[in-house]
């Protein structure tokens, strides 16, 4: 049975609600480099997943449960609409919330996008699950450094590499295993009724989701535009700060006109 407690978050400026979600391994702290604009003219929402970061795993953990605690976390705030923002799993998220609930979200904005992992990738999960709990985090946090960010991003951006590094290694092992876990057992959601206006942005340089995996998501939403970054890999909002603050604030300023 899911729980549907509401995720704990942290609230930014104010205005028009804005919640963004992060993926697998990072924290609301992905964000930071764009919440200072989009803070001036919209309340900004920065949830932290259940398992990752300062929040505590607390029973099961699955899609269902995460897209649960968002729901639960909009209702008390009293929020019945919002712009949604996901990163990665916080994407996938993002798209089942929709699927749900396409009522309460105004538009979607897909970060490093994909609709859900091919089968070898679910298998992966299982094992990197398996390998956080047996041998902790720096391995992983190693791996994820290498294989998810560009090569102009590891050589000239020393500080994104060393973040994002100390982002997975502080995960809870155990959080995050559950968190890979509910992420292998995950199908596409059903985008059918989802007509608000979307924006799915992948790096050019992104092994977890390339291009195609984003070009499927915008094929599957009624009314999406694709952006792909050049030399960006999986960490799109950190690799290209000033690139996605602009897309969204941009995009933001359409839905607005619409």
């Known amino acids: 049975m899911t729980k549907a407690t509401a995720?704990?978050?942290?609230?930014?400026?104010?205005?028009?609600?804005?919640?963004?979600?992060?993926?697998?391994?990072?924290?609301?702290?992905?964000?930071?480099?764009?919440?200072?604009?989009l803070a001036r003219t919209h309340t900004v929402i920065r949830p932290e997943l259940a398992g990752s970061g300062r929040a505590r795993l607390d029973g099961a953990l699955s899609t269902e449960s995460l897209v649960d605690s968002l729901v639960a976390l909009m209702d008390a705030m009293e929020l019945e609409r919002l712009h949604l923002v996901g990163h990665s799993y916080g994407s996938i998220l993002a798209q089942h919330?929709?699927?749900?609930?396409?009522?309460?979200?105004?538009?979607?904005?897909?970060?490093?996008?994909?609709?859900?992992?091919?089968?070898?990738?679910?298998?992966?999960?299982?094992?990197?699950?398996?390998?956080?709990?047996?041998?902790?985090?720096?391995?992983?946090?190693?791996a994820t450094v290498q294989m998810g960010l560009s090569a102009e991003t590891k050589t000239a951006r020393p500080e994104v590499a060393a973040f994002v590094r100390e982002l997975v290694m502080r995960q809870d092992p155990d959080g995050y295993a559950a968190t890979c876990e509910?992420?292998?057992?995950?199908?596409?959601?059903?985008?059918?009724?989802?007509?608000?206006?979307?924006?799915?942005?992948?790096?050019?340089?992104?092994?977890?989701?390339?291009?195609?995996?984003?070009?499927?998501?915008?094929?599957?939403l009624e009314d999406a535009v694709l952006e792909i970054l050049g030399r960006c890999g999986h960490w799109t909002p950190l690799e290209r700060p000033q690139e996605v603050a602009t897309l969204m604030v941009n995009f933001l300023i359409e839905c607005s006109h619409a």
Do not use: Y
């Not at 057992?185 to 291009?211: M, Y």
């Open 182 to 220: 509910a992420i292998a057992q995950t199908d596409p959601a059903d985008l059918a009724g989802v007509s608000c206006p979307a924006l799915v942005v992948n790096g050019d340089e992104d092994n977890t989701s390339p291009p195609a995996a984003g070009l499927a998501v915008a094929e599957a």
């Open 97 to 142: 919330l929709a699927s749900r609930h396409p009522e309460r979200v105004a538009s979607l904005m897909l970060f490093g996008a994909f609709r859900g992992p091919p089968e070898p990738a679910r298998k992966a999960l299982r094992d990197r699950a398996a390998a956080a709990r047996g041998g902790g985090m720096i391995d992983i946090a190693d």
């Open 7 to 37: 995720a704990m978050a942290e609230v930014t400026g104010s205005g028009e609600p804005l919640m963004l979600v992060h993926g697998l391994g990072g924290t609301g702290n992905v964000w930071m480099p764009q919440v200072p604009v």
